[in-house]
């Protein structure tokens, strides 16, 4: 079976560091690849997407990237954090249009 | 383009209560699959049903139900006797064939609180 697994479960930077938060899927190949960021009692607000290695796609001007540097791993970046990105960030893979996306367990990030 | 309204941002019942979060939809697409996910307080999108658009017939999962009606454009969730472990944020989403990336549309999502 799939799963995907991303991590650290939470993170506290401080304002001007670098950020790196990875995900990783199991059990299957060339998945459609997601982040998220929701803020506090908010929605979900798609970052990037990529269907497949070195294919990155970003839905909103940022202060972060991403890359996929491997079918099943994907990354998220920035080389100075903002009090702004504070959120919590959620990784998903997806198969097929017709298919649901499945979720990691999120990442806790604060901004000090 | 796609678009996924929830306009019921919050909802509070007491316990056994009957609640209903409503989802409306906007697409060209004439395939397209629904979705609900739920958000427990602990932060992880939990899937729950998928519907494609030419099966309009409504399911029954337990406690949750689901009535999609095309000719409203609508795919509403009714958890029935709710429980205090129901109290989540529960999101609509929808996925067409023609979206980039296969990617999923979501609304802004209904929080639900059941109280004991």
């Known amino acids: 079976s799939q799963t995907i697994h991303q991590w650290p479960a939470t993170l506290v930077q401080p304002v001007g560091s670098p950020l790196s938060l990875e995900c990783t899927v199991e059990g299957t190949s060339n998945p459609n690849l997601y982040w998220y960021r929701q803020a506090a009692g908010r929605g979900l607000q798609l970052l990037f997407y990529s269907v497949g290695i070195g294919q990155i796609s970003s839905e909103v001007p940022q202060n972060l990237s991403a890359s996929r540097p491997q079918d099943r791993q994907f990354i998220l970046s920035s080389k100075k954090l903002l009090l702004s990105d504070s959120g919590f960030y959620l990784c998903?893979?997806?198969?097929?249009?017709?298919?649901?996306?499945?979720f990691g367990d999120g990442t806790r990030l604060s901004i000090l | 383009a796609q678009k996924v309204t929830q306009a019921q941002t919050e909802i509070s019942v007491v316990e056994k209560e009957d609640v209903t979060l409503d989802c409306v939809y906007e697409?060209?697409?004439?395939?397209?699959?629904l979705f609900w996910y739920k958000q427990p307080p602990s932060g992880e999108l939990v899937f729950l049903i998928r519907?494609?658009?030419?099966?309009?017939q409504n399911e029954i999962s337990g406690r949750y139900s689901w009535n999609f009606q095309k000719s409203t454009s609508s795919f509403n969730f009714t958890i029935t006797a709710s429980q205090v472990v129901d109290s989540a944020v529960y999101f609509c989403?929808?996925?067409?064939?023609?979206?980039?990336?296969?990617?999923?549309?979501f609304g802004g999502g209904t929080r639900v609180l059941v109280k004991p």
């Open positions: 519907r494609n658009s030419f099966d309009e």
């Open positions: 697409t060209r697409d004439t395939t397209y699959y």
């Open positions: 989403a929808l996925s067409g064939t023609k979206a980039a990336g296969n990617k999923l549309t």
């Open positions: 998903a893979w997806r198969g097929s249009w017709d298919q649901p996306q499945h």
